[in-house]
């Protein structure tokens, strides 16, 4: 048996059944093809169909060429002379505000002047709310002593730990500066806003800052209510220029999976050289690349394999290269993700210039990671979204299928991070993953998969990938959505989707 032939059965058996080759493939169609990034991207064609799926040549030979074993070339950009965009026209108007990346020993005391600020922001926001539920009613735990049994209180701590008691009920413990509080959620009737209160209360997470108002009950608050830091009712502020922001994460250059094609031609059609949505294309003032420029060295196991650059500074050489062809009146700013080569605790400074290397283009800024931007008044939260991962397994109800559920968890408790120590986050004396601003966007990026929603006010939006379905993604069934670009325009303070796949 020849070294090509078992190639084929090695495929055959790793595809397992659930998809049938056909005859008319040969072992040269499959000579140099990573076996690992082939199967992901034949088992994400074919999708959970039940039915017989058989694999022709054709489909393989289609699917193999979004595998890209050489390093992505130089790509030529068309440009279309006759292209006249409205945003040349329009002057910028934007702030960039990074967030504070303060470097600590991670001392006890460190930790303690972290929580307590975070603690001390969240609480502001609690009172701030004015919810009729609390009003004039927060007491401080300590002070519950003193009150008979029965009494109505309503108290805001941070949670301390969360559990389900034998008999169903939820448990907390919520602490503040003056003690700690047993709270217990029954499964009763309690409905907040349409939610039942005891879906809230499963839904609380550790770390978090919540108020609850109750009736004591030795040795418990029996809760009637819960209350988030939350975000106030808005509406998005629409500018008077007719301009628009493409918001983009995750490219991961450097990976066999980053789709160069798609990305070239989202490029391209910034300069008007796609024959397609050019009433958008003409409007593009502003670029946001959400992190993950590149897809790293040594982030998982055996990434190796699945990399056709393997040297950090040229996976950012090249990423650059593509941001080169970005016409000059296009303001872009660019933040880190956890693939990144920053530091990985969070807030993750701005890209250092090593990796920027000799790239010098005026339009292009770069900001920490959260970072906020004002454009034309529009204000728009940036954050990679590493926190998502502990989020949608911490939290009932998120998936990585619907990022924009988990990103609505995140803005009620008005933390880009709730859950300590999943993710790293630096224990400085601020906390700068406190969402201090209500944006009129929250965009993010990471599970490589778009989402949309409005909460009160503020568009989620995430905004995928130009990564194909790894094998790492396929273990853990994921399904991306790569080069799908949501387009923000401020004139309207409504979004429009671009996509790439079929242009
Ligand atoms: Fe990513």
Redesign the pocket.
């Known amino acids: 048996m020849s070294d090509q032939q078992s190639t084929v059965l090695e495929l055959v058996s790793r595809l397992n059944g659930r998809v049938l080759i056909s005859s008319d493939i040969s072992d040269e169609d499959m000579v140099g093809k990573d076996l690992e990034s082939l199967t992901a991207q034949i088992l994400n064609f074919f999708g959970d169909a039940q039915s017989i799926n058989i694999l022709n040549k054709e489909t393989l030979l289609k699917l193999s060429s979004n595998i890209d074993e050489k390093a992505p070339k130089q790509i030529e950009i068309r440009r279309s002379s006759a292209f006249a965009s409205l945003a040349k026209d329009v002057d910028a108007n934007f702030n960039a505000r990074s967030v504070e990346v303060e470097k600590t020993g991670a001392m006890v005391s460190d930790f303690a002047s972290y929580f307590n600020d975070r603690f001390k922001k969240l609480r502001q926001f609690i009172e701030e709310g004015r919810s009729s539920t609390l009003l004039g009613m927060i007491n401080n735990i300590e002070s519950l002593k003193q009150y008979t049994q029965g009494r109505e209180v309503a108290i805001v701590g941070m949670v301390y730990d969360k559990i389900i008691t034998k008999n169903g009920h939820v448990l907390i413990t919520l602490e503040d500066e003056t003690g700690n509080a047993k709270v217990l959620f029954l499964k009763s009737q309690y409905s907040v806003k349409g939610e039942s209160l005891f879906d809230l209360a499963s839904r609380i997470v550790p770390d978090e800052v919540i108020a609850v108002r109750g009736k004591l009950s030795s040795p418990f608050v029996m809760a009637s209510s819960i209350v988030f830091p939350d975000i106030a009712v808005h509406s998005r502020k629409k500018s008077e220029e007719d301009v628009a922001t493409a918001l983009i994460?995750?490219a991961?250059v450097g990976s066999k999976m980053f789709m160069e094609n798609h990305f070239s031609k989202f490029l391209e059609w910034l300069n008007g050289g796609v024959n397609y949505r050019k009433d958008l294309a003409r409007k593009i003032k502003y670029v946001v690349v959400g992190g993950?420029l590149v897809d790293g060295i040594g982030i998982y196991p055996n990434q190796d394999k699945e990399l056709n650059i393997t040297d950090i500074y040229k996976q950012y050489s090249v990423f650059f290269d593509f941001m080169s062809n970005i016409p000059d009146y296009i303001e872009v700013f660019i933040l880190t993700?956890?693939?990144d080569a920053v530091q990985r605790a969070e807030p993750q400074p701005i890209l250092s210039k090593d990796l920027i290397g000799d790239f010098v283009q005026r339009n292009v800024h770069y900001i920490s990671n959260p970072g906020y931007l004002t454009l034309h008044g529009t204000k728009i939260l940036s954050y990679h979204g590493t926190s998502l991962d502990s989020v949608i397994q911490g939290i009932p109800g998120c998936t990585y299928s619907k990022p924009e559920v988990a990103m609505l968890e995140i803005l009620r408790r008005r933390h880009l991070s709730p859950i300590y120590g999943n993710n790293p986050i630096i224990p400085s004396k601020k906390d700068a993953l406190v969402i201090d601003e209500i944006p009129d966007v929250l965009h993010m990026?990471?599970v490589?998969k778009n989402g949309y929603s409005d909460y009160h006010g503020t568009l989620i939006i995430n905004s995928g990938?130009w990564?194909s379905r790894t094998g790492y993604q396929l273990k853990l069934g994921h399904i991306p959505t790569p080069a799908v670009v949501p387009v923000y325009e401020h004139k309207t303070a409504d979004m429009s989707v671009v996509d790439f796949n079929n242009v």
Do not use: I, K, P, Y
């Open positions: 994460s995750d991961h993950d993700g956890n693939h990026g990471h490589h990938t990564q």
